[in-house]
């Protein structure tokens, strides 16, 4: 079992920069795979970027050059940074990890980029 809480979501203006945080608690040390997902209204849940235990990333096309996956160990966190901001950006982001065989989701935190 592993907990995830995501913070850092809000409104922010076109161009604008938001870091999302998701702390881990539980059985980290079994975690294989954590990473950001999104949904907009009305839309599928898409990858955003991942981290393996690692430390490959991925990203989705989208994002590519403007948002930044990152992780500090000690405090069992992972980060997203996320750069010049478009009002396409806008969605519900979910934390995620993959313990095999199971996904575990956070609660999600609201990003909005206002134009």
């Known amino acids: 079992q592993v907990q995830l809480v995501e913070s850092g979501g809000g409104l922010v203006q076109v161009g604008g920069s938001l870091r999302l945080s998701c702390a881990a608690s539980g059985s980290i040390f079994r975690i294989v795979v954590m990473g950001w997902y999104r949904q907009a209204p009305g839309k599928q849940r898409e990858l955003v970027a991942t981290m393996t235990s690692g430390g490959s990333t991925a990203y989705a096309d989208s994002v590519k050059g403007r948002f930044t996956i990152s992780r500090d160990n000690a405090k069992n966190t992972v980060y997203l940074q996320m750069n010049s901001l478009k009002p396409e950006d806008t969605a519900v982001y979910y934390c995620?990890?993959?313990?095999?065989?199971?996904?575990?989701w956070g609660q999600g935190t609201q990003v909005t980029v206002s134009s």
């Open positions: 995620h990890a993959f313990i095999r065989p199971n996904n575990y």
